[in-house]
Nanobody, 132 residues
Framework: QVRLVESGGGSVQSGGSLRLSCAAS????????MAWFRQTTGTEREAVANISPEGRATYYPGSVKGRFSISQDNAENTVYLQMNQLKPEDTALYYC?????????????????????????WGKGTLVTISS
C-alpha cells in the first residue's frame, strides 16, 4: 500500500505561481509512475503531468505545457508540481496519484481517456483557486 499526501494548494491571483507537493509513504518501491491530476465540479479528472522513478517527465497536456513542471526528490519520496503563469481556468482540486504500472502505460490510458482506471493510489487532493 502507498499513502499520498498533498500540500501547497491555496489562492493566488492570475499570473501567479504555486508549488504543490506530494509526499509518498508505504511501499514506494512498487510505484512505476507518479502523476498529478485535477478536477473541477462536473468535469472528468484530468491528468496534468506524470513522472517516472528515473525522473523523466513524460506527459503534459497542451493546457499546461510550458507553465507546469513536475519534479521529484527520491530521497524524500516527494513529487512536486510547479505551476507558473496560473490562469483562472487552472482552478481545481489537484490530486496526487501513483500507479504500479509504467508511465508509458499511463500515457496510453490518458490518450484513451481511461487514466483513472490505471491509477492504483490517490491522495485526498489540495485545492487551487486562481482569481482574475
Amino acid at each position: 500500500q502507498v499513502r499520498l499526501v498533498e500540500s501547497g494548494g491555496g489562492s493566488v491571483q492570475s499570473g501567479g505561481s504555486l508549488r504543490l507537493s506530494c509526499a509518498a509513504s508505504g511501499d514506494t518501491g512498487s510505484i512505476g509512475c507518479m502523476a498529478w491530476f485535477r478536477q473541477t465540479t462536473g468535469t472528468e479528472r484530468e491528468a496534468v503531468a506524470n513522472i517516472s522513478p528515473e525522473g523523466r517527465a513524460t506527459y503534459y497536456p497542451g493546457s499546461v505545457k510550458g507553465r507546469f513542471s513536475i519534479s521529484q526528490d527520491n530521497a524524500e519520496n516527494t513529487v512536486y508540481l510547479q505551476m507558473n503563469q496560473l490562469k483562472p481556468e487552472d482552478t481545481a482540486l489537484y490530486y496526487c496519484a501513483a500507479t504500479e504500472k509504467t508511465c508509458g502505460s499511463l500515457y496510453a490510458a490518458i490518450v484513451q481517456g481511461q487514466a483513472k482506471l490505471f491509477v492504483d493510489y490517490w491522495g485526498k487532493g489540495t485545492l487551487v483557486t486562481i482569481s482574475s
